[in-house]
């Protein structure tokens, strides 16, 4: 069957990972018409905005994109593209799993998590005012409306993958009302799913013991910026923002994409580990029925790992992007 993806490559490294993952994708064997679109920086140059019209309609129509890196001027400039998808489209679960991948050194060996985070408000709708000269406010906005999906949508995924244990992170006890609603209502949809245990843990325990054990851990439910953070935190466990994919998800549109930023540190020297956005494919596959290309480049991924010879920088090696993906398509 063949379907209709919009592809986004992005910034920074974006062009590099994109390219091996379309041939991955190409050589395992699925049918996908692309539709090549802009967005962040090169769409800002281009036409004038982060995310172009002509992007959004793309993904209104096809329902899914692929997207590579966006870069986000620190302190100034335009809006973030992400955010911007995120809320237009209203992508409101944020999924990142982590998983320890057999064959890369890295502190734990057993990591086998999945994250979900709150993907449209909390800090990001970037509200900020200055109330008095040199007082700023950011407001954080919390609903209930958000709050009960990412909850609903944290356990039907739980059910689904077999997953018994939720732990919420929050800070609760000093803002009482916002992170004590996301709080309330993931426990009140916890009642809904007997099977699956829920517990709450203030989120600066939470990265010490994610640190210390994070095999102790299934499943994280976090809002907005927690949920930024420690999803960086989490792909340090593993080896990397190499490693980890991600998907955006909402009740109309699926957007894939890698968790990591665009790298302009390493950005056009060939030297990007393509492997979390061929994952994030990988997602993308499994959500478009795809199962068995989407096993295959799995198998292959984790054999190329097994066998330890080819490996990008950021994991100690010294293989290039395209030497990395030449590996995997033997494997394939
Ligand atoms: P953002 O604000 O968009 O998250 P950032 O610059 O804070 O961007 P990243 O772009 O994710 O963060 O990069 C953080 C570090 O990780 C950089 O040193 C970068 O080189 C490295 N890195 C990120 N992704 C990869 C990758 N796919 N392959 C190799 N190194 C990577």
């Excluded at 449209?120 to 407001?139: H, R």
């Excluded at 919390?142 to 739980?158: D, L, M, P, Q, S």
């Excluded at 923002?241 to 009740?251: D, H, K």
Aim: proline share 4%; hydrophobic share 40%; charged share 20%.
């Amino acid at each position: 069957m063949r379907h209709h993806v919009t592809l986004i490559p992005g910034d920074g490294i974006g062009e590099e990972v994109a390219e091996a993952t379309l041939e991955v994708l190409k050589a395992a064997g699925v049918d996908i018409q692309w539709d090549h679109q802009s967005a962040g920086l090169a769409a800002l140059y281009k036409s004038g905005t982060p995310v172009p019209k002509a992007t959004l309609d793309s993904i209104r129509k096809n329902g899914v994109a692929l997207k590579g890196p966006t870069t986000t001027p620190v302190a100034s400039g335009h809006r973030s593209a992400n955010v911007i998808l995120r809320q237009e489209l209203d992508l409101y679960a944020c999924i990142r799993p982590v998983k320890s991948v057999p064959g890369v050194k890295s502190r734990y060996e057993n990591v086998d998590l999945v994250i979900f985070r709150e993907n449209t408000e909390g800090l990001y709708g970037g509200q900020e005012l200055e109330v008095t000269k040199g007082t700023f406010v950011a407001l954080k906005v919390v609903t209930e409306h958000a709050c009960t999906a990412i909850a609903n949508a944290t356990f039907a995924y739980a059910a689904k993958h077999n997953r018994h244990h939720v732990t919420v992170g929050h800070k609760a006890n000093i803002l009482k009302l916002s992170d004590g609603l996301f709080l309330h209502r993931a426990y009140q949809v916890a009642e809904q799913y007997p099977g699956i245990t829920c517990n709450d843990v203030i989120v600066d325990a939470l990265c010490m013991r994610l640190v210390t054990d994070p095999s102790q851990f299934d499943m994280l439910l976090l809002e907005n910026l927690y949920g930024d953070i420690l999803s960086d935190l989490c792909a340090g466990l593993v080896g990397g923002l190499g490693l980890v994919p991600g998907a955006n998800i909402g009740n109309d549109y699926a957007v894939f994409e890698a968790v990591h930023g665009s790298a302009p540190d390493i950005a056009g020297q060939g030297l990007a580990n393509p492997t979390a956005l061929i994952k994030s494919a990988v997602m993308m596959l499994q959500h478009l029925g795809e199962q068995t290309a989407a096993a295959r480049i799995d198998t292959a991924v984790e054999s190329v790992f097994l066998q330890g010879h080819v490996r990008t920088r950021d994991l100690g090696g010294q293989a290039t992007t395209q030497e990395f993906t030449k590996a995997l398509l033997a494997a394939l």
